[in-house]
């Protein structure tokens, strides 16, 4: 089943993310149904005053406000705060003569008299950044970059929207934003909150309900989350045995370079693959075997047998990359794999090669082939494909016609047809060596259950995530894949609950 049937059956898309110009639309759509601009105004201004009140005790507050609808919002919680008792000071540029629409009444109905932006000094506790949003186009400039300087005084800053200065599709600096410490979206997020410096930029994210229209087609792409792949989550039947569940072969590397296939092989068991292979050559099998008490170590000599091997019906997916060097004999396995045609995973060295030998060796690739390059290897395989992460992402997976994995502080899945799918569920302490081997033995292994490419590289990245979440500081590459089960049981429990 493709993500997009299983958005039929779900509240997937509750998970969208809307580019600004897309959230333009629902809000003209909510509009014309008979709901008004100043109605959702309020609606926003008071989803903020309750993120204000839930996080903050009272305190002095600066509220700087910007010309159009982000503006409007900000004079709509400078009246809330100022009703509750709150001290507010509101600093803007545009006068009430200046605003127009809903942002003019907003202004009216708050009769708080402005001051210049000149004038804030960022002596109030809280900022709440209501210049500008996600609807910006241009760069920063004058007072409002300077007050936007000053708010970096402030205790905590609260941005409306997206923090000024970020743009809402790319998540790009359009001059220098001021770090939020909490961003406050309406609807569904947008793309700069996960995307370039908007992922460090934005703090932590509320998205809140303000009850407009919603569409299935609205989403440029879904924010990870269990509900998009949960049910498609393998469960073995009451009479499985272990070949039922999915045999996985892990193309190991030579005897002074065992670690990452270790890891790899590891985590595609721990992932619930009923049987997990490493396939090496006779030099370092003493190590993998050694090493690996429930792994199976087989020893095949040359690329013939190996390709054989991953035709055996005990095997469903296959792991080549981690570890496994570069250069014609590393080719040759590589080719070796591709050609038996499984579902597979292809990191590393194997990307290295892909991208040194180009389009011939890509088109190659299995169908269900899952690529996870990180940056520098992405550029290796699509040195002519730019833009941000996930634009990129979804032009490569067009250009190889299979599921690319973009590795980075925002993970990005693209896949020919699919929905893309960004996923922040993750953890810096996987900035560690080794993370990614378990990342590629992780999703083969779901891949080796029946997961589709695009669903195995979304439960994985989300999976990988929550494992070193639960870790934390001091986490290895090795800890990983201990925690694996603790992640799938707790998804287990929540199903059940539900």
């Not at 087609?217 to 792949?229: K, R, T, V």
């Not at 039922?244 to 595609?268: D, F, I, K, N, Y």
């Not at 992780?442 to 589709?452: E, F, R, T």
Request: one cysteine or more; aromatic letters at 4%; charged letters at 20%.
């Amino acid at each position: 089943m493709s993500l997009r049937q299983h958005l039929g059956k779900t509240h997937a898309s509750d998970h969208g993310i809307v580019t600004p110009d897309r959230m333009a639309q629902i809000d003209a759509r909510t509009i014309a149904a008979g709901t008004s601009g100043q109605v959702l105004m309020e609606r926003a201004g008071r989803a903020v005053v309750r993120v204000v009140r839930g996080k903050w005790a009272r305190r002095s507050v600066a509220v700087l406000t910007g010309p159009g609808k982000n503006g409007g919002d900000g004079w709509g919680i400078a009246r809330l705060l100022s009703a509750a008792g709150w001290p507010v000071n509101v600093y803007s540029d545009w006068g009430v003569d200046d605003l127009k629409g809903d942002a003019l009444e907003a202004a009216r109905l708050a009769k708080i008299r402005p001051r210049p932006l000149t004038a804030f000094a960022g002596n109030e506790a809280l900022v709440v950044d209501a210049l500008f949003g996600a609807g910006l186009t241009r760069p920063l400039s004058g007072a409002a970059q300077a007050a936007l300087a000053e708010a970096r005084w402030a205790q905590d800053v609260l941005a409306v929207d997206l923090p000024s200065g970020v743009e809402g599709r790319s998540g790009e600096c359009l001059g220098e934003p001021c770090p939020a410490t909490v961003t406050v979206t309406f609807h569904r997020p947008k793309p700069g909150h996960f995307l370039g410096a908007g992922r460090h930029l934005t703090g932590a994210l509320h998205v809140a309900d303000i009850g407009l229209i919603v569409a299935n087609d609205d989403a440029i792409a879904l924010h990870n989350h269990p509900d998009l792949w949960r049910e498609q989550l393998p469960l073995p039947p009451t009479a499985a045995h272990k070949y039922a569940r999915g045999g996985v072969m892990v193309v190991g590397g030579p005897r002074h370079q065992t670690g990452a296939a270790r890891l790899s092989a590891e985590a595609a068991a721990r992932a619930g693959a009923g049987a997990v292979f490493v396939i090496t050559q006779a030099a370092a099998a003493d190590i993998y075997a050694a090493h690996l008490t429930s792994i199976m170590t087989v020893v095949e000599k040359d690329p013939a047998t190996i390709e054989a091997f991953a035709r055996a019906k005990k095997v469903a997916a296959t792991v080549i990359g981690p570890g496994i060097g570069v250069g014609d004999d590393a080719e040759g396995l590589l080719r070796s794999v591709m050609s038996a045609g499984q579902p597979g995973v292809y990191d590393a060295d194997a990307l290295t090669m892909i991208g040194q030998a180009g389009r011939e060796m890509m088109a190659l690739l299995p169908e269900e082939a899952v690529l996870t390059p990180h940056e520098g290897e992405f550029a290796t395989l699509f040195p002519d494909v730019s833009g941000n992460a996930m634009d990129r992402c979804v032009a490569a997976a067009a250009q190889c016609g299979r599921t690319v994995l973009l590795k980075g502080a925002t993970t990005i899945i693209a896949t020919p047809g699919e929905t893309p799918i960004m996923n922040t569920h993750a953890s810096p302490y996987l900035a560690t060596a080794g993370a990614g081997d378990v990342l590629s033995g992780l999703i083969a292994g779901l891949l080796a259950q029946g997961m589709s490419a695009h669903l195995a590289a979304a439960a994985g990245a989300w999976l990988h995530g929550d494992a070193a979440q639960r870790l934390g500081p001091g986490m290895t590459a090795d800890d990983l894949p201990k925690r694996l089960p603790l992640a799938l049981q707790a998804l287990e429990k929540e199903s059940e609950g539900n």
